[in-house]
């Protein structure tokens, strides 16, 4: 691929379209990265929208353009369908269980199909793991603190593992998609790489799969600062991307 992207004069983009779970750049088998020849698009679950059929994400442009006291003016005066917040939650962004199957069982099959898949395979691709237990018990605490901040000594004493390997553990959920780490809002750029971050999982769905919780609970206006944060206001609770304004004003309205 890399002669053919080479030899090709003028060069022409879109020829080749390589997909996969996997974040290319971390697996030690891969020996050429393109550099300089590919471009990388990361594809999240699916939000609210996007299942909707709306062709974008969330309402970023209009947001970002206005006062955060006009936020919510603009979510309500936007068309569509209502949805409680938890059946948007447990519906989540993965394609086949938010489309496909039907009720909560059939989700949890193919959830649990997922997540050996995730750790079997897709896991042990990316960097040797000898204790997949580990992995499964951090995953599930990781999804029970969602929207907190991220103590990784406070995790290893939790679940049971060195805090070397909660940091080890994280890193690799993070590089396979699977945690997001929402920086610190400060004024100062270099304050915003020490403060502690906070966790989220990119699909809510599994997050609450991995939990072991029926349905979603907790405080509603943490819930739906993490969506206004994460989607623009979706009902959908992941997304790495979110600008410094937003992310202050999530910051504010958890506190």
């Keep these: 691929m890399k002669r053919a992207v080479d030899l090709d004069t003028p060069r022409r983009r879109g020829r080749f379209v390589l997909t996969g779970s996997a974040n290319l750049l971390m697996l030690e ?3 050429e990265s393109l550099a300089g020849r590919a471009a990388y698009v990361s594809l999240w679950p699916l939000t609210r929208r996007e299942r909707l059929g ?4 969330g309402l970023w442009t209009e947001l970002l353009a206005a006062r955060f006291s006009r936020w919510m003016d603009l979510l309500r005066n936007q068309s569509g369908p209502k949805e409680d917040w938890k059946d948007a939650v447990r519906r989540g962004g993965f394609p086949v269980p938010a489309h496909e199957l039907k009720d909560d069982a059939e989700r949890s099959t193919w959830f649990n199909g997922y997540v050996q898949t995730f750790l079997e395979r897709n896991l042990r691709v990316l960097r040797a793991v000898e204790n997949l237990s580990d992995v499964r018990r951090l995953m599930t605490a990781a ?3 969602i929207g907190n901040l991220l103590n990784q000594s406070e995790l290893g004493r939790d679940t049971g593992i060195v805090q ?3 940091h080890r553990f994280l890193n690799l959920l993070e590089a396979s998609y699977q945690v997001v780490r929402l920086p610190g809002y400060a004024v100062n750029r270099t304050l915003r790489l020490i403060k502690s971050p906070k966790i989220y999982w990119s699909d809510p769905a599994l997050a609450l799969h991995l939990s072991g919780e029926a349905e979603p609970r907790g405080a509603p206006s943490k819930i739906l600062s993490s969506a206004i944060c994460l989607h623009g206001g ?6 790495p991307k979110c600008s ?3 992310r202050r004003a999530a910051s504010k309205s958890t506190s």
């Design 29 to 31: 088998r891969i020996s």
């Design 54 to 57: 709306g062709g974008r994400a």
């Design 143 to 145: 999804c029970l603190r």
């Design 164 to 166: 070397p390997q909660v």
């Design 234 to 239: 979706t009902l959908s609770l992941a997304a």
């Design 244 to 246: 410094i304004g937003a």
